[in-house]
């Protein structure tokens, strides 16, 4: 790959609209984007979504499948439009205390979202609900209880990946103990190691021997682990922790670049930059085109200069291709075949169950 390919590579963008932007469509063609992120604002109906991900599919080369993601957790964390399966929170799972009936969900919903096209899903979170005063997690946590939630992210991410959905854990290496948004502000946590190694860590080591496809770093500043710098930003977190630590081998992706944790504090140039050299592998861009522009700019100035980071880079990009491949975006050839694999049967059979064992 030229430098531009290399690092478009890393970038995963959102956009406005119901169709592939023009601009978009031309930097998969030109293998200068790794993926796209899809919201509310991108998902209408079933056909929408069914000509949506086939028009990125076929723009892109086929040695290089994009990541066609979504947020499809359950509760208040939901993309994609009914039919489509709409799962309670993860705290209902938890409550309910059945880590086969977390698989079913996991792989009734993959087949979903599998037959549309998508093949990564931003799920589950692994944060342990330990703080009743967390304003962004709360009941997207299956528990506050640390084993609970390891095995339920564990059997989540298990029926998600048989299906051939990559399941993506979020948000390493803990974002259930904070009192504040980082879509707002930058929280801080305080704990030392130890606690850290009982509470917060272990669903992501569970995760990471179960060969979970992906992570999601947390824009959050550990004060224990790096005192300045952000999980995101810190390669003590990023690469001395979750590699050579807890032995991570899956695709590491930052959270959304444009949160304010992150722009109140740092240019978009800054923090591209500063995720990939820390130990980020894919960069999530939410919304704007420009900061997706100049993100780029960044890093092919940062890879054209740097042969450390131009190295840091095709490692990341490896990891990226190597998922992709495994797991490449196939949605059903046509409609018709499409609207039989939504609102099954069995799907009608498992949310009757949900809600009658729900306590």
């Not at 299906?163 to 504040?180: E, M, R, S, W």
């Not at 569970?206 to 999601?216: I, Q």
């Amino acid at each position: 790959m030229n430098t531009a390919e290399l690092c478009g590579q890393l970038l995963v963008v959102g956009f406005d609209g119901a169709a592939v932007p023009s601009e978009i469509a031309e930097q998969l063609s030109r293998r200068e984007l790794g993926g796209v992120i899809l919201f509310k604002r991108n998902l209408q109906n079933l056909r929408q979504i069914h000509e949506l991900t086939s028009a990125i599919i076929d723009v892109s080369p086929d040695d290089m499948p994009p990541f066609i993601g979504t947020d499809q957790e359950g509760g208040r964390v939901l993309r994609l439009p009914e039919p489509c399966l709409r799962l309670p929170p993860m705290r209902v799972f938890g409550k309910i205390g059945d880590a086969a009936l977390v698989r079913q969900a996991a792989a009734v919903l993959g087949r979903e979202l599998s037959a549309l096209g998508i093949n990564l899903n931003f799920a589950p979170v692994l944060d342990v609900d330990s703080n009743p005063d967390n304003p962004i997690i709360g009941d997207r946590a299956f528990s506050s209880d640390t084993d609970s939630v390891a095995r339920f992210g564990r059997a989540f991410i298990e029926g998600l990946q048989e299906q051939g959905v990559l399941a993506c854990g979020k948000h390493f290496p803990g974002h259930g103990d904070t009192n504040k948004d980082s879509h707002l502000d930058l929280p801080r946590v305080k704990h030392d190691k130890a606690r850290l190694d009982s509470i917060e860590l272990p669903p992501f080591r569970t995760a990471s021997l179960r060969e979970v496809a992906a992570l999601m770093t947390a824009h959050v500043v550990y004060d224990e682990l790096d005192r300045e710098t952000p999980a995101t930003l810190s390669r003590r977190i990023c690469t001395n922790l979750l590699r050579s630590e807890i032995g991570f081998r899956g695709v590491l992706f930052s959270d959304d670049l444009e949160m304010r944790a992150l722009s109140d504090r740092f240019s978009i140039e800054q923090t591209a930059v500063g995720a990939v050299r820390a130990g980020c592998d894919a960069l999530l861009i939410c919304s704007s085109r420009e900061l997706a522009q100049r993100a780029h700019a960044a890093l092919v100035e940062r890879a054209d200069t740097d042969p450390d980071f131009r190295q840091r880079c095709e490692e990341a990009v490896n990891r990226g291709l190597i998922a992709r491949r495994k797991s490449p975006p196939r949605p059903v050839p046509t409609l018709a075949e499409l609207e039989p694999r939504i609102a099954t049967d069995e799907a009608r059979a498992l949310l009757a169950e949900i809600e009658s064992r729900t306590p």
